[in-house]
């Protein structure tokens, strides 16, 4: 037990080879580290910072000796080998919003790790040394057969664990990783910074990747304008303002800006200026930074004191607004994503996106907004790691991802507690929460008893999942007041009362049980691919409009159901609820709807070749037609609609050939189980000629033509609606048990009658 989920975790390990520290330095920045001088891999550490796969800190550091996390060292991993291709991932402890999701992504589609069986990633856990052995061997794919001797020269070779060993081994043997001066390896201890830069430069030289030179550096450090007066200046160096009194305009710079200590509290002006990597600003003053007109991907303010101002004017956007200092930022222009880890920021013009590290508050869009209580990651990685567990959320607005794990009224009384991220309810299988006055980007239920998770007065932009893994229980929802829901998803099973409010669209996306109490009648309830097996039960006095089914599924209760769309083949419908519509798409083919016994369909809209199974009876219906059923009362004038229920009867032959009867309290369904290209056993199976019937009895009187394409088989088959239309309708209602049904067929040379009789 204890082997395989070792075997697990690196798995995950090496899923981890990959996450960077923390902001992102371009390909060929120059580097200048105050931390690294004489150290034993000042080269190595020089020259993947120079390549952007691994950064330093604000204050000119890196910190060789400092450990890092399992993200840190995927991010790492995925930048040195240019893994840009990206997985879809589902792990508890990985959520869109987190810094690291993208890399953990990128990381999984790389197929290096894959993570831990109880379906984490623990993103934020301490990588140690055999696990980036481990993650490397796999990415450079060595070979780990017959090379544990690699190991004996090491005093603590026995100590290392079975699950690591061959990787350990391989990395060893390939000089990607040496030992102490002790003689030991220490294969479980924490690999430090320093560590995990030489291994992976050793790890790029197979693949004949070689770091590049720095590029040059073009400084300005004299007062005066820089660029041309119109058109367009390219500079593909790193840029430097060192002074006071700069204007650079009509420039686009393939590198670095930086904006350093030298300008001191003056003042410097871009206009119309483009930087591809990274503009830091350390120098400038509460006199301002002047962006105008200037598109830069990410900005970076490090003013040591904090006292730094930033003018946005004209069309000037910024992909990335990180504050690492104190700053206000002023004016008009577009801040795609904005992560602030410092206090005393200010930014007017509100960001499309904002985080905020751990403790901290800041006034973005003029309200102020508060980062989570703890943070997770090292080396700068930015953001919180994880959801900040609280009792209580107050009014105002909360940045990150929280959790409230005790039952009670939770929110404010009265205003508005907005939380940026995602919000966990979990307060336990035996607990309940009422939620009120809250608004969030996501909510997601993780547990809770059947006595309610209640909303009141909620907001949810984006999604609220219900996912409360192998909780026995099943959690009920309940909306009351003004909540607005956009999309709630079911992942595990739960009942949806809806009083008042709206849980919005419902997606089902795993085999579960889902109960809706209310009225959805304007809302879509979509069953997923992934769900086969699902059941939607509709209670009593509910009403559902619109169910889309994307794989077999159980249609139950006693409330209303308007509708349901069939859209994928080989789907089975089991139905025991009445229904006024089934539409089964044209990319529905060989699917079967079971009803059973009792359950009424008003219509079915068929455009492919399906199955209908009531009472044991098998329908099929070859072409596009539509099915009307309304058990003893069937409708006869559903325009092009084709009846397979009929009122009662024993027995019917149409020229020996006899239908399956079965039945039911609301009346016979017949099948003809015969084959279709068969001929009957009396009377003339083929017409040699185009002609004109009739079909009467005492009550009911039918025409239409047939053509000498058709067969009598056709013909009978129609009238009984069990094969698509020809010029009418037919419907079993007038056909009177007792009664002989007549049918006459009229052509150039004679006049051909068949009596049927049902007896």
């Known amino acids: 037990m204890r082997k395989n989920k070792r075997v697990s975790c690196l798995m995950v390990f090496a899923m981890m080879i990959a996450i960077t520290f923390s902001a992102v330095i371009p390909v060929n920045a120059a580097v200048t580290l105050n931390d690294i001088g004489g150290h034993w891999a000042q080269s190595q550490i020089e020259s993947l ?102 190991l004996q020269q090491f005093k603590d070779a026995s100590s290392i664990p079975s699950w690591s060993k061959a990787y350990l081994a391989a990395a060893v043997k390939a000089a990607l990783i040496k030992g102490y001066p002790d003689g030991t390896v220490k294969a479980e201890n924490s690999i430090k910074r320093a560590e995990a830069v030489v291994i992976l430069s050793q790890a790029l030289k197979p693949l004949g990747i070689e770091p590049a030179p720095p590029v040059a550096k073009t400084t300005y450090d004299k007062a005066g304008t820089y660029g041309p007066a119109s058109g ?37 002006t871009l206009k119309n200026v483009s930087v591809t990597g990274t503009t830091t600003i350390k120098g400038g003053g509460e006199n301002s930074i002047y962006l105008d007109g200037c598109k830069l991907a990410v900005v970076k303010a490090e003013k040591a004191d904090g006292k730094l101002r930033i003018v946005l004017s004209g069309d000037t956007s910024i992909s990335e607004f990180v504050a690492n200092s104190g700053v206000k930022v002023v004016g008009k222009g577009i801040i795609t994503k904005a992560s602030i880890n410092k206090s005393g920021v200010n930014i007017e013009p509100t960001p499309g996106q904002t985080t905020l590290a751990s403790g901290i508050s800041a006034i973005v869009g003029g309200k102020t907004v508060y980062g989570p209580a703890s943070s997770g990651g090292g080396g700068g990685g930015g953001g919180p790691s994880g959801p900040t567990v609280v009792d209580n959320l107050a009014a105002g607005t909360h940045a990150g991802n929280y959790k ?32 009120q006055n809250v608004k969030a980007n996501k909510i997601e239920v993780s547990s809770g008893a059947p006595n309610t998770i209640i909303f009141i007065n909620v907001q949810v932009t984006v999604t609220l999942t219900v996912n409360t893994g192998t909780q026995a229980q099943t959690v009920r929802i309940v909306t009351q007041g003004t909540t607005s829901i956009n999309q709630t ?4 099973a739960v009942t949806l009362q809806q009083d008042e409010g709206s849980l919005g669209n419902i997606q089902i996306n795993t085999t579960v049980n889902v109960t809706l109490d209310g009225d959805f009648s304007s809302q879509t309830v979509t069953v997923s691919s992934s769900a086969s097996g699902a059941g939607v039960n509709v209670t009593s006095g509910s009403t559902v409009n619109n169910v889309i089914v994307n794989t077999s599924v159980n249609l139950s209760g006693d409330g209303t159901l308007s509708n349901v769309q069939v859209v994928q083949a080989n789907t089975t419908v089991s139905l025991s609820i009445n229904t006024d ?44 037609v539509t099915v009307s059923i309304s058990g003893n009362t069937p409708n006869n004038t559903q325009g092009s609609g084709k009846v397979v229920k009929a009122p009662r009867f024993n027995n019917v032959t149409i020229g020996g050939i006899s239908p399956i009867i079965s039945s039911s309290t609301s009346g016979y369904t017949l099948t003809f189980s015969i084959d279709p290209n068969a001929m009957y056993t009396s009377g003339t199976a083929t017409l040699s000629e185009d002609v004109s019937f009739i079909v ?59 009596s049927i009789v049902f007896q």
């Not at 907005?418 to 939620?435: Q, R």
């Not at 199955?611 to 329908?619: A, F, K, L, S």
């Open 232 to 268: 367009s200046e390219t500079i593909d160096k790193n840029v430097s303002i060192a002074a006071d009194g700069i204007v650079l305009q009509n420039m686009l710079i393939k590198g670095d800006l930086l904006i350093s200590e030298a300008v001191g509290a003056g003042k410097v």
């Open 581 to 624: 519509n089934i539409d089964v798409s044209s990319t529905a083919a060989g699917s079967s709807l079971q009803v059973e016994e009792g359950t009424q369909i008003v219509t079915i809209d068929v455009e492919a070749e399906i199955r209908i199974d009531n009472d044991g009876t098998i329908i099929t219906v070859v072409t596009t």
């Open 696 to 754: 009467q009895n005492a009550n009911y009187s039918f025409d239409g033509t047939a053509s000498t394409s058709d067969n009598l088989l056709d013909m009978a088959l129609i009238i009984f609606a069990l094969k698509g239309g020809k010029d009418g309708d037919v419907c079993g209602s007038t056909l009177i048990a007792n009664s002989p049904l007549i049918f006459t067929l009229t052509g150039a040379e004679a006049t051909t009658v068949y």
């Open 49 to 150: 910072v120079g390549q952007g796969v691994v950064n330093g800190y604000p204050d000119g550091s890196f910190k060789p000796e400092n450990t890092i996390t399992r993200a840190e060292f995927m991010t790492m991993a995925n930048k040195a080998f240019k893994f840009t291709e990206s997985a879809t991932i589902d792990y508890k402890d990985v959520q869109p919003s987190d810094w690291f999701a993208g890399e953990v992504a990128r990381a999984k589609a790389a197929g290096y790790i894959a993570g831990y069986q109880d379906g984490t990633m623990q993103p934020n856990k301490q990588i140690s040394r055999q696990e980036v052995a481990i993650i490397v061997a796999k990415i450079l794919k060595l070979d780990t057969l017959a090379a544990n001797e690699a």
């Open 489 to 492: 998803i079911a992942s595990s």
């Open 404 to 435: 409230i794990t005790s039952s009670g009224t939770k929110g404010p009384a009265s205003g508005l507690a907005e939380v940026t991220g995602t919000l966990y309810l979990d307060p336990g299988a035996t607990g309940s929460i009422s939620l």
